[in-house]
């Protein structure tokens, strides 16, 4: 299983950014898909899910600003970032459970300038 994520940089507050994470080594269809992420010093915390069917949810934190979708052709699934703010500064992980276990891409930064 790989999770390739993508698209973080560094933006100033009230920008938009893009995140995508390309899965391969699984039945990527079937396969609920989150965002997590972890700020300096503190814990990593799910940010959003997407389910197979396409439903999602959001922590409180990110929710009207951020969207996640999928696109099970591609075996993609991003993560729309808008209004950016210094807080949503973090190390932002792709995850997906699958053989009984968790799966992680390798994160990739958003730094938000205030």
């Known amino acids: 299983v790989q999770l390739q994520a993508s698209g973080g940089g560094l933006v100033q507050a009230g920008e938009s950014l893009r995140l995508s994470c390309k899965a391969s080594g699984i039945n990527f269809s079937i396969s609920a898909m989150s965002w997590y992420r972890q700020a300096p010093g503190k814990q990593r915390e799910l940010v959003a899910t997407?389910?197979?069917?396409?439903?999602?949810n959001y922590i409180d934190s990110v929710e009207g600003r951020f969207t996640i979708s999928r696109d099970n052709a591609r075996r993609t699934v991003s993560l729309q970032m808008s209004s950016l703010k210094p807080e949503d500064t973090a190390v932002y992980y792709c995850?997906?459970?699958?053989?009984?276990?968790?799966?992680w891409g390798q994160g990739t930064l958003v730094t938000v300038s205030s």
């Open positions: 995850n997906t459970f699958y053989k009984l276990r968790d799966w």
């Open positions: 997407i389910t197979s069917s396409g439903s999602t």
